[in-house]
């Protein structure tokens, strides 16, 4: 999808379909109170095309909503879609990141190949914010997942032109919109990566993708395997991987930006199983294709990588996936197993299926090896995360007010929604070891927690976030503004916690 930014007047503008954004003005709480929708342009020309339709009650400006008109009076345009942000009060950059999505994929099964989309004219909504949103809802909503499908039909939207209102300040618009598209490419560059079934993306093969985008991005990166998982006395990384003929893959990537010699070392760490069966603790078979997303932490940060590396930060940033994928086989890990990992601790296995903080436990203590000062982990860890959050917001933990209260500044920015669970010694308890120093799984309730305090067992005292994406990484049913499949869910907030550092 080519995308450009425009400062052409809205009703000279040349397009198959112009899309103009309407917020209802309604503040009464009354239920029988009607909605007083209003469109967020002061182009004259447009609000007369549209005056009829909004006066009619039959757009109501709701999230998402939309109507459509042909031949509007007095454009250029073919046709005038509306796109509703919801309450004009409540209505904020994120909102517009929707509506753009919205309108790309609007066309889409209708053919139209090409839309300019008038960025909002409102006192609430900052028009930089709204210029990189637009970009990354266009360029997000783009995407369909159906990559294997034969009679694939390509629905992509060839050309997206955000238009800018009159007295924008050109520079800082461009500038945010070119950003909003590296940051969705990027995000869909993680989406790409989840969506590969487990055969078509084997550790080995995220191993070669990652390299591949580094090269492109001008990133270092290594990939090992089995033999430096060894050397490094990965117990815990390795044992999960023992039970599969796929061997495992350490990717490493830096970035380390000219003139930047000290301050802070972010360590970005990634669960990057690209199968989990559940091991010999084998999961039961419905649902179970799902697993294939199982490395949607890993390929988030390879996502935020990316963007790192095209909006150059002034911060070093490292970033460890550790892929595997988790089979049940005569070599497999067992339950009652003890594994000692990098770090020394030994773990009792109670449940092979409790994989994920295994191999992360290892690449937290490797990043902190490599001189992370500050570590961030992604991984679908847990179902229980679902239970207790639902598929609303993300699960987050910390041991360090300070470095969470970056993170959930940075999600103002990313509009992505994550909530954080409370760690404590009374369930540390619950994941002591009789054996040995601690066991990988903590009993039935809790379950997102004691796994957090799994993991904060290796971040040790390094400041640390851990967000546990499982029930989000992966959207079950299609929305108007994002295709169902991989979401690609916390690209954005962590490429913003990073930027906060620079
Ligand atoms: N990959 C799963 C978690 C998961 C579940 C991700 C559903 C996405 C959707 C993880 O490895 C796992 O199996 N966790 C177990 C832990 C349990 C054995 C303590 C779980 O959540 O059931
Ligand atoms: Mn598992
Ligand atoms: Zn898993």
Known sequence: MKTDLSFAHLAETDTELL????????????????????????????KAAAAAVLASGEFKAGANETLLLHAPAGLKAKRLLLVGLGKLAKATPHAVRLAS???????????????????????????????????????????????????????????????????????????????????????????????????KLTPTIMGQRAAAMAKEVGLACEVHS????????????????????EPPALIVLRYEPKGVKDGPILGLVGKGITFDTGGISIKPSENMEKMKYDMAGGAAMLGAMRAIALLKPKVRVIAIVCAAE??????????????????????????TDAEGRLVLADGLCYAKQLGATHLINAATLTGAVAVALGQVNAGAFSNDDPTFEKFNAALATSGEK????????????????????????GGRYGGSITAAEF????????????????????????????????????????????????
């Not at 089979?327 to 601790?345: E, I, L």
Request: proline share 6%.
């Open 19 to 46: 899309v103009v954004l309407a917020a209802d003005t309604q503040t009464s709480k009354e239920k029988a109170a009607k909605p007083e929708p209003v469109l967020l342009s002061s182009d004259e020309i447009v």
């Open 101 to 199: 999505g919205t309108a790309v994929r609007f066309c889409k099964p209708r053919g139209i190949r090409a839309l300019a989309f008038a960025l909002p004219q409102a006192e609430t909504l900052p028009p930089v914010a709204c210029a990189r949103a637009a970009a990354e809802g266009a360029v997000v909503g783009d995407v369909d997942t159906d990559t294997y499908r034969s009679d694939r039909k390509d629905l992509s939207v060839h050309s997206f032109t955000a238009v800018a209102p009159g007295n924008a300040d050109q520079a800082a618009l461009k500038a945010a919109f070119a950003e909003g598209v590296i940051v969705a490419d990027s995000q869909n560059f993680a989406r790409s990566l989840v969506n590969e079934p487990g055969n």
């Open 226 to 245: 089995t033999k430096k998982l060894h050397e490094l006395k990965m117990g815990a990384f390795w044992s999960v991987s023992q039970g599969s003929e």
């Open 326 to 351: 988790n089979m049940p086989d005569g070599k497999a890990y067992k339950p009652g197993d003890v594994v000692t990992a990098m770090s020394g601790k030994t773990i009792e296995i109670i449940n």
């Open 418 to 441: 994550f909530w954080r669970l409370p760690l404590g010694e009374e369930y540390a308890e619950l994941i002591k070891s009789d054996i040995g120093d601690i066991k990988n799984t």
């Open 455 to 502: 993991l904060k067992v290796f971040a040790e005292d390094t400041p640390w976030i851990h967000l546990d994406i499982a029930a989000l990484a992966w959207i079950d049913d299609a929305r108007p503004y994002i295709a169902k499949g991989p979401s690609g869910i916390a690209v954005r907030s962590i490429l913003e916690w990073v930027r906060s550092y620079q």
